[in-house]
Structure formats: C-alpha cells, structure tokens
C-alpha cells in the first residue's frame, strides 16, 4: 500500500509552460497517469508527449512511449471528460492560488502545488476556501508526492526512488531526495515520499502526513526531515510521542544558523527560542525519533530506529 498516490491516480496539469511541459513529460515517462492538461488559451487541442519509458518507475513497460494529452478550458471541464482525482500545479505565482481554489471546487482529492512564492496572503485565502472542500492541497513551494513505481506528482528525478516499507516526509526538496537515495542504497526503500514545502502557509503538515504512515500498513518506519523556523516539527514530535507506534527517524536543516535571521525558504524567523534547530532536535530526540547530525547520516539513522 502506500499514501496519497498510487497507480490507479488520474492526474491533470494546471499550468503547461515549459516548466509544466517539462516535468508533465517526465511524469509520464515514469508511468503517471497524466490524463489531461487545463490552459484556456489553448482549449480544444492536445500536446503531444513522446520518448523513452524510464524503467525505473514501472518495471515491465514498453521501450518508447507516445501520449496525445487534451487540453480544457477548464479544470472542471478536465475532471468531467477524464475522471481525474488528482492535479498539479506549475502556475505561476501570481495565479497560483485561483489554480488552486479552481481544483478545489471541482472537488479533486489531491492537489500538489509545485510554484514557489505564492503570496502568503493568498494561502491564507486558499487555506479558509479548503476549511470547506474535501481536497487535500499538498505544497505550495514543494517537490511533490511519489510512491515509487505507481506514480510520480511532481520534480523529484524518479530514478532514484524504490518501492520498499519506509515513508519520507520532507520541508526540503534536496533533502528528500538525499534521504530516499539513501534508502534506496540501503535496500529499504519507500512506500510514498511526501514533500510538503517550506512555506509558512501550506496544504499539508508533518502531523497529517505522519497520521498517514502511521495508518499504512506497509509503511514500517518513517523518516521526517525539517528545517529551522515554525514550530511544525516541535508539533509532530509531540504527536510521534503520543500517537505513533512506527519507528521514526529524522534530521532538522540549519543548525549553523544565526537567530533572528529568515534563512532560505524556512518560512518563519527564530524567536522566543522555539523554531531554532536546537529547540527542534531536542523535542525530536525527547519523543524517542532518532536524528541524524548531519544529511549524510539520514538512512544509518533510519537504520537505527527500526532497530
């Protein structure tokens, strides 16, 4: 089993520019469902995708692949025409948060925002919109959302994940890629890889994520990678302490920070000494999750905790 995604996912593209185009080709090259694409000015037509299958994500496949994705007007016109459950966002930031609400209203389960430096003001709008739907918004400012050899939402390179028993979940794209090769070196592979994004203002935290692993039975171990500012992993530490029978492993980026700095896409500044990467390991580390010192040890400490 797995979270979020697996390959019975239809998934739509909002936003078909080159970034759109270019990851939309890799999605399908890996094996993901791409069912339809939403650009109004280019209504009525079909992009073509075409190339070589990656045989990393869907072991068995033929060699080349040929996709005739139909573009709509509309997201609700897309979900109507091809049953989608799922759609990602590559919109630019500005527009980001209609794309958004617009998925949303059509009552998609799943939305991945990909685009970085959507106004915080506008995921606070999207955030009260969500109260009321049943969709669940990953991102924005994220990687994506993989379960390897089933289904590929996102930017991560999927050649370096593996199907396997343990989940990831993530502040930091590079991070995760790190911690998923590392597991996949070791053997131990991934159920589902989640990104969540940095920014101060998103669709999914790490206790949603957690609760998630926690409820799959094929997930034995989790590891949880997150970053100074906030207080989201003081949270999810209290939750892993309270609620969570999984071994959990982690590590927390930007121990070398000053205070009182914005560092990098943290998406808070450290004050009243919560949010540091002190405050942060020390309540990992108090509710039993073993954490590694440095990214490099991400897997030995998932080795670790499951013991």
Same mark, same amino acid.
């Given at each position: 089993?797995?979270?979020?995604v697996?390959r ?12 759109g ?6 999605a399908?090259?890996?094996?993901t ?22 045989h ?13 994705l139909p573009i709509f ?26 794309? =958004?609400?617009?998925? +949303? ?6 939305v %991945? &925002?990909?685009?970085?430096?959507? /106004? $915080? !003001? ?16 990953v991102?924005?400012n ?9 289904c590929?939402?996102g ?10 028993k ?6 930091s794209?590079?991070?995760t ?7 996949t ?16 203002v ?9 609760r ?15 970053? =100074?500012?906030?207080? +989201?992993?003081?949270?999810?530490a209290?939750? %892993? &302490?309270?609620?969570?029978?999984? /071994? $959990? !492993?982690g ?16 998406g808070a ?22 954490v590694?010192s ?5 897997g ?8």
């Amino acid at each position: 089993m797995s979270i979020l995604v697996d390959r019975d996912t239809k998934v739509i593209v909002q936003g078909l520019g080159s970034t759109g185009r270019f990851h939309t080709d890799k999605a399908i090259a890996y094996g993901t469902q791409m069912v339809a694409a939403v650009h109004p000015t280019k209504a009525g037509t079909t992009e073509v995708f075409e190339g070589e299958t990656d045989h990393s994500g869907v072991p068995g496949r033929p060699d080349t692949y040929r996709v005739e994705l139909p573009i709509f007007a509309s997201v609700a016109e897309a979900v109507e025409a091809t049953g989608a459950t799922a759609s990602v966002i590559y919109v630019p930031p500005a527009f980001a948060a209609d794309a =958004i609400i617009e998925a +949303a209203a059509s009552d998609l389960e799943l939305v %991945v &925002a990909i685009t970085e430096g959507i /106004p $915080v !003001a506008d995921m606070i709008r999207v955030k009260r919109y969500l109260e009321c739907r049943r969709t669940r918004l990953v991102g924005p400012n994220c990687p994506g959302v993989i379960t390897p050899g089933e289904c590929k939402i996102g930017i991560m390179p999927g050649y370096i994940h593996k199907p396997g028993k343990i989940g990831v979940v993530s502040r930091s794209g590079t991070l995760t890629y790190e911690a998923v090769y590392q597991l996949t070196k070791l053997g131990l592979g991934q159920t589902t890889a989640v990104g969540i994004g940095g920014d101060p203002v998103n669709g999914t935290n790490f206790v949603d994520v957690l609760r998630m692993f926690e409820e799959d039975p094929a997930t034995e171990g989790v590891i949880m990678i997150g970053e =100074i500012g906030g207080t +989201a992993e003081e949270e999810a530490a209290e939750f %892993v &302490a309270n609620e969570m029978s999984k /071994p $959990v !492993a982690g590590f927390i980026a930007g121990t070398t920070a000053p205070p009182g700095k914005r560092m990098g896409h943290a998406g808070a500044i450290i004050s009243g000494g919560r949010g540091t990467a002190d405050a942060k390991i020390s309540a990992m580390r108090d509710a039993g999750i073993v954490v590694a010192s440095t990214p490099s040890d991400m897997g030995a400490a998932m080795v670790e905790a499951l013991g």
